[in-house]
T-cell receptor, first 112, second 114 residues
Framework: DAKTTQPPSMDCAEGRAANLPCNHSTISGNEYVYWYRQIHSQGPQYIIHGLKNNETNEMASLIITEDRKSSTLILPHATLRDTAVYYCIVRVANFGNEKLTFGTGTRLTIIP | GAGVSQSPSNKVTEKGKDVELRCDPISGHTALYWYRQSLGQGLEFLIYFQGNSAPDKSGLPSDRFSAERTGGSVSTLTIQRTQQEDSAVYLC????????????FGPGTRLTVT
């Protein structure tokens, strides 16, 4: 699986959009970008995933650059409950690659 | 519906003892995963079960670790002769078959080996 690079920490004001970047310059054509987050003392929570098109769901938006070498997770109106460690994961979606390989993630702190 | 549940939530054991950790996946999920998270570390894959296929044990750190999944549902992770470095939060996740489906994680079992 391709390796990802994320900033170790970020702050965002409550109510503003939180934009979390992820670099995956070695991503290959059949690899998806997944985002999970882990709120303190809880198990990780799936947020969103995509291949090449931008994706949006009730939690967030995922913007993937045209060359797919980087992506941005957008939380449109951050709340205090969004404070968590956010993991960007790249993996091939086929049999034999089911496990998730977590990096160190970005610790996002929402400031009141 | 009910999410992934794990028991116990906390376990303190003496070095050298055996421990069993239990995971109840979401009903209908055929894939089940075990991960562990040591203090201040990221999540580390341990083992993966999918249906009746042989489990992927590639992440188990030593032969003291084993896991089984009975009847395609409940799973038990067993650690024999526990060591202090086994102290961690052990997380279980389940998903529908296929890698495009998200994994749903349980709350974890915090294991402390004294």
């Amino acid at each position: 699986d391709a390796k990802t690079t994320q900033p170790p920490s970020m702050d965002c004001a409550e109510g503003r959009a939180a934009n979390l970047p992820c670099n995956h310059s070695t991503i290959s054509g059949n690899e998806y970008v997944y985002w999970y987050r882990q709120i303190h003392s809880q198990g990780p929570q799936y947020i969103i995933h995509g291949l090449k098109n931008n994706e949006t769901n009730e939690m967030a938006s995922l913007i993937i650059t045209e060359d797919r070498k980087s992506s941005t997770l957008i939380l449109p109106h951050a709340t205090l409950r969004d404070t968590a460690v956010y993991y960007c994961i790249v993996r091939v979606a086929n049999f034999g690659n089911e496990k998730l390989t977590f990096g160190t993630g970005t610790r996002l702190t929402i400031i009141p | 519906g009910a999410g992934v549940s794990q028991s116990p939530s906390n376990k303190v054991t003496e070095k050298g003892k055996d421990v069993e950790l239990r995971c109840d996946p979401i009903s209908g999920h055929t894939a089940l995963y075990w991960y562990r998270q040591s203090l201040g570390q990221g999540l580390e894959f341990l083992i993966y079960f999918q249906g009746n296929s042989a489990p992927d044990k590639s992440g188990l750190p030593s032969d003291r670790f084993s896991a089984e999944r009975t009847g395609g549902s409940v799973s038990t992770l067993t650690i024999q002769r526990t060591q202090q470095e086994d102290s961690a939060v052990y997380l279980c996740a389940s998903s529908l078959a296929g890698t495009s489906y998200e994994q749903y994680f349980g709350p974890g079992t915090r294991l402390t080996v004294t």
